[in-house]
């Protein structure tokens, strides 16, 4: 039987933060109004000082995790290997940002890190100790254009595998699961200058079964024919990469992953009436409770990014259907 419970990551309200429409408080409180059950922070965004946060920034989020009774489920950590102009970090470098993370992580009350994807396999080991001191896991990012078939995303999970740790698991981002397009974008990046004719044929490849991202690889990233005549302009050229990071990818994918599987992205692009319009989250759902998942599920808003001028940031609307949609699967999957 699973467990799955509902999460929202503070990512999909961040242009209510950053504009002041609300603070972390209100935010805080507005995803547990709406049936969440925990919270997903970026810290860096969200906790002044981060990693370095003050101890009064600490009682605040105890004061607003106990107002609101929400589980503090998650941290996004990003890895900044560019720091300098003229060289990359090194590796005691990266640990020690990284070592900073996982303190961090103990001091809110957080038991698990998200790793941004592409985050070196060479952290994993000298960072095991800490993980294990701190009782905070580490958990890489598997994100569309960045998933199984990417090597450094092959290279952490068979170091993942070799050291065998509980503390050490992944994070899957359902943007490997698109259906369709998101229309969103397709409205979005049309207005921008790109052709019609580009998304006409991306959404042949996702009636086919297959996306642009499986095409291109198994076309040794050569453009095919029909691509190529649906490129109308050189901003086409340039935009179709872009295009990479919707992968339409079987559920079964998951199968000898889930005993790793900490956490799940529910992304969000557009909600209708009928569940989101690229995903099915239903469908997700269903394998994750066949499959005895016992973790959350958490809502990521990206639609934010292709709101068309002129019209009203949905931020909060779109958090809430999901939610209200999510719910309402599980009611009927779980009983």
């Known amino acids: 039987m699973s467990k799955i419970k509902t999460c929202v990551s503070l990512y999909s309200l961040q242009d209510e933060y950053l504009n002041h429409r609300m603070n972390l408080r209100e935010i805080m409180q507005y995803v547990k109004e709406k049936g969440a059950e925990g919270v997903e922070i970026l810290p860096d965004q969200m906790l002044k000082g981060a990693p370095d946060v003050s101890e009064e920034t600490v009682q605040e989020w105890n004061a607003m995790l106990a107002e609101t009774g929400l589980k503090p489920v998650i941290a996004d ?76 995303t ?94 339409n990818l079987d559920f079964s994918v998951l199968d000898e992953y889930m005993p790793y599987i900490k956490h799940f992205h529910f992304k969000l692009f557009e909600m209708t009436e009928n569940g989101e319009y690229s995903m099915d989250y239903k469908g997700l759902l269903q394998y994750l409770h066949d499959h005895d998942y016992d973790g959350y599920v958490a809502t990521e808003y990206e639609g934010n990014r ?11 609307e779109q958090v809430a259907a999901q939610l209200s949609y999510i719910h309402k699967c599980l009611d009927e999957i779980q009983g």
């Open 77 to 152: 950590v990003f890895l900044n290997m560019n720091l300098y102009k003229n060289r990359l970090l090194t590796h005691k470098e990266c640990v020690d940002l990284l070592v900073k993370e996982i303190k961090q992580a103990h001091r809110l009350g957080i038991h698990l890190i998200r790793l941004v994807s592409m985050v070196p396999y060479w952290v994993i080991e000298p960072l095991l100790p800490y993980c294990k001191e701190y009782d905070v896991t580490i958990a890489l990012e598997v994100h569309a254009a960045m998933a199984f078939d990417i090597p450094e």
């Open 154 to 247: 092959r290279a952490f999970i068979e170091e993942m595998k070799r050291v065998n740790s509980p503390y050490v698991g992944l994070v899957i981002d359902t943007g490997i699961f698109c259906r369709k397009f998101p229309r969103v974008v397709r409205a979005y990046e049309t207005l921008n200058g790109t052709s019609e004719q580009v998304f006409d044929y991306i959404d042949t490849l996702f009636e086919k079964g297959t996306d642009l991202h499986r095409v291109l690889r198994e076309n040794n990233f050569q453009y095919p024919a029909e691509l190529e005549k649906a490129i109308q302009s050189e901003h086409d050229r340039m935009f179709v990469p872009l295009c990479d990071g919707y992968e």
């Open 306 to 316: 292709f709101t068309l001028p002129g019209h009203p940031m949905a931020e909060k």
